[in-house]
């Protein structure tokens, strides 16, 4: 290997591949970050080509393996893909929505090698956490995650917060802690897919994220080694940009359902990018030579102010997705960034928030997760 | 941490060879931690067998002629650190 090539492939070692094994899921979650059309993506790639995937990723460097969804416990292969992920090494992550597991089934996937379970958990009482799932699971989720831990599995329990909710953190802590979650990640909606079609409905304003990032802040402290907990600001209120995914292909490789080989949850709702599924090339090649990948990896696309400034390198330009969902280009800055042109956006979307925040509590509408098409086609 | 503490690695964390650069990862969620061949020493002798006090006294030997006060200072910082993001235990 020659020493660009080698700089080039540390450069772009993946170490975790997100392996979304079907858009299907019981739950209709109002902020679910699949694609708003995730039923034009069939669940294309049996289990020979999932195992193929599992280790061609590791061989490309790939030592972290989260199996996600959709609801992936409805893949019945599952037990094998975590097999396979045990014998290359990998730590596995399963996240799921708790719904269909049985005891059964976490015995056996724990024996077969699974490291960790993350369960999400809309709420810490039924009515507002099965407001927002739009299905009534919490209780199940609750015996679910209670399962997890009487069979010895690490279980971390992920809340996504928003304006129903966010009041709620210092009962969301405690709640963590009556069922000795390993960790706790309270992470903010982030506004893409169905979560922007609700963000009118969502968003909070930055004096009720600041009041729940103060509890967490304390709490992450007196629970220092028994409970990690992780908050993760909305990227509506960062002055800069998150490096996401740590950047565009780089350390993040996602397999879709249908087999395209994506840098994160959204890009295939990106326009004119020509997507690669494992079906047709290794993984390998797509992931060092796929035009589409390389869109927007090192420097060349970025626009000013990106391209001149002494942050490039750390957050990369922010979100793609977001910069095309908000501005309509795929390349414009993340207009979350205080210095992109298109900030104006942010802080409308802020003061629009911050209005909603004095009005008299009223539930907001809430638009569900559905296979239909939101709107009719033109 | 204690002398005689018997840390061992929480079920949450494995540890495992890094083909690409041939230096230990631990692992755990959504995370990873690359080390350097010392504190690989240390992460191996946490099976809860070991106490603090003998896996200085394993290091030192190793790293001779390293004065055995300077490894015990970074076996202690590094299980503490370890310690403080869950990542060894040291109840029985």
């Given at each position: 290997m020659s020493a660009a090539t080698a700089e080039r492939a540390a450069e772009y070692r993946p170490y975790t591949l997100v392996a979304e094994l079907t858009y299907a899921c019981p739950l209709r979650c109002v902020y679910c970050s699949n694609p708003v059309d995730y039923a034009r993506h069939a669940d294309a790639l049996d289990t020979d080509t999932w195992l193929q995937v599992l280790r061609d990723a590791e061989a490309l460097g790939v030592v972290q393996l989260n199996l996600t969804g959709g609801e992936p416990l409805l893949r019945k292969d599952l037990e094998a893909l975590v097999a396979e992920a045990e014998r290359l090494q990998l730590y596995t992550n399963l996240i799921t929505s708790g719904i269909p597991a049985t005891r059964e089934r976490l015995a056996r996937l724990r024996d077969l090698g699974l490291d960790n379970v993350q369960i999400s958990v809309q709420d810490v009482a039924a009515p507002g956490a099965d407001r927002i799932a739009g299905r009534r699971v919490f209780e199940r989720k609750l015996r679910v995650a209670r399962w997890v831990k009487e069979l010895g599995l690490p279980l971390t329990l992920n809340i996504v917060l928003h304006r129903e909710n966010l009041d709620r953190a210092e009962e969301m802590i405690a709640f963590a802690e009556t069922l000795q979650a390993d960790r706790l990640e309270l992470a903010n909606t982030q506004y893409l897919g169905w979560a922007l079609v609700n963000r009118r409905a969502l968003l909070p304003s930055a004096e009720q994220l600041a009041r729940a990032r103060a509890t967490a802040a304390a709490a992450r402290e007196r629970l220092k080694g028994r409970m990690e907990i992780l908050f993760v600001t909305p990227d509506y209120y960062v002055e800069r940009p998150k490096a996401c995914m740590d950047g565009w292909g780089r350390r993040f490789l996602l397999v879709s359902p249908d087999g395209l080989v994506l840098p994160c949850h959204l890009a295939h709702t990106l326009p004119g990018l020509a997507w690669e599924s494992v079906r047709q090339r290794p993984l390998a090649d797509i992931w060092h030579d796929s035009a589409a990948l390389n869109t927007f990896r090192g420097e060349e696309w970025m626009p000013e102010p990106c391209r001149s400034c002494d942050r490039r390198t750390v957050d990369f330009g922010g979100c793609r997705c977001q910069a095309y969902h908000l501005t309509g280009s795929a390349a414009a800055t993340d207009p979350t960034c205080a210095l992109a042109p298109h900030h104006d956006l942010i802080e409308a979307a802020r003061r629009e928030a911050e209005a909603a925040a004095r009005l008299p509590e009223a539930a907001a509408t809430l638009v569900y997760r559905t296979a239909r098409p939101l709107l009719p086609p033109a | 941490m204690s002398h005689d503490a018997r840390p061992r690695l929480a079920p949450k964390a494995r540890l495992r060879l890094d083909q690409k650069t041939n230096r230990y990862l631990l692992l755990y969620p959504e995370k990873g931690m690359q080390l350097n061949p010392t504190a690989a020493d240390i992460v191996q002798l946490c099976?809860?067998?070991?106490t603090v006090e003998e896996i200085v006294s394993r290091l030192a030997e190793k790293y001779a002629p390293q004065p055995r006060e300077v490894v015990e200072r970074e076996v202690l910082s590094f299980l503490d650190a370890l310690s403080e993001r869950a990542l060894v235990r040291t109840d029985p």
């Open positions: - | 099976t809860g067998e070991h």
